[in-house]
């Protein structure tokens, strides 16, 4: 995994930012981070959102296997089937683009209690599990934009 503060431009393997895509939760060994103690109701909405996969599915760039937590080394995560350390899972913002972050911010959180921003805690709240939003898609068709193969670029 590859460090980014919060609020940056989504940069991962691009060519250049993605057009409104901000990261959250791009933890590393090397830089603090806010903490708070996990909160209950965090972590099971995570796990509710995180866990759709029939209507909505938040989760993108699906790898084989788990990355290690850059943290504390695991790389055995409960809850597998919420796709913690294998995925990044992206929310819309309130600003019409979307807060990307590793799948690992559910162990980052009950793990090793990061405190994720407000802006991103009101998009996992205000998401709605039983629309059509496809994580994958959006990422895709922004990747394409970014490469030039957009339909529509600025
Ligand atoms: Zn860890």
Known sequence: MTYFPDFA?????????LRGVRTIGWLDAAH????????DEVLQRLQTVMSERV???????LIRGTMPCPICGVRDYPHPELLV?????WLPDNDGGYFAAP??????ISAHNYAPPKEF???LFGFEPASNFRAQKI????????????????
């Open 9 to 17: 431009e989504y940069e991962y393997e691009t060519p250049k930012p």
């Open 32 to 39: 603090e981070f806010q903490k708070a103690h996990p909160s």
């Open 55 to 61: 209507t909505s599915n938040i989760h993108a760039s």
């Open 85 to 89: 350390g294998s995925t990044e899972i």
């Open 103 to 108: 799948s690992m911010i559910y162990h980052f």
């Open 121 to 123: 805690l009101d998009a």
């Open 139 to 154: 990422s895709e068709d922004l990747m394409a934009e970014a490469m030039g193969f957009g339909a529509d670029i600025d």
